[in-house]
């Protein structure tokens, strides 16, 4: 998909607030409300728009403890980390899994928990007790420097 200026304007005003309505994202790129519309339902329809979503701030809901995993796996077959991976996504306390690689490791999470009481009961009620788990690094994060959902757009008008 080829994209304009005014698509990528589109989509870095969504990226900042997707509640506007059409009027006030036509009002913000310059266009009129139907041409807006139009440009929108194309970027869904093609899949460059995934879904719409309200972001929670983690500390009013009292969710205070935030740990980046580094998992170990036993074997490295797609069964087994596809047993993993169906467990991890059953979890509400992880934000992120990736399967990743150059690591000592296989997989990354991002965990959000109320403490460090919470924490342990995640790591050795429910981590620790799916098969193929061998090992569990976690660091705690001390201050979020920057947080961001949005992504970068700019190397798209050289395409």
Do not use: W
């Amino acid at each position: 998909m080829s994209f304009d200026k005014i698509d990528l304007n589109i989509l870095r005003e969504l990226q900042q607030d997707s509640s506007l309505t059409n009027q006030e994202l036509a009002d913000r790129v310059g266009l009129s409300a139907s041409p807006c519309l139009r440009r929108v339902k194309v970027l869904e329809e093609s899949g460059v728009i995934d879904r719409k979503v309200t972001i929670l701030k983690r500390s009013s809901l009292g969710l205070k403890l935030t740990a980046f995993l580094q998992i170990s796996m036993d074997r490295h077959t797609p069964d087994r980390f596809s047993v993993f991976e169906d467990e991890v996504n059953e979890f509400p306390e992880v934000r992120n899994c990736n399967l990743v690689t150059g690591q000592n490791c296989d997989y990354l999470l991002e965990v959000v928990v109320e403490d460090m009481e919470t924490y342990h009961d995640f790591l050795l009620g429910k981590l620790t007790r799916i098969p193929g788990v061998t090992g569990v690094q976690s660091s705690f994060l001390l201050r979020s420097v920057k947080e961001s959902t949005a992504l970068p757009l700019k190397h798209l008008l050289n395409k």
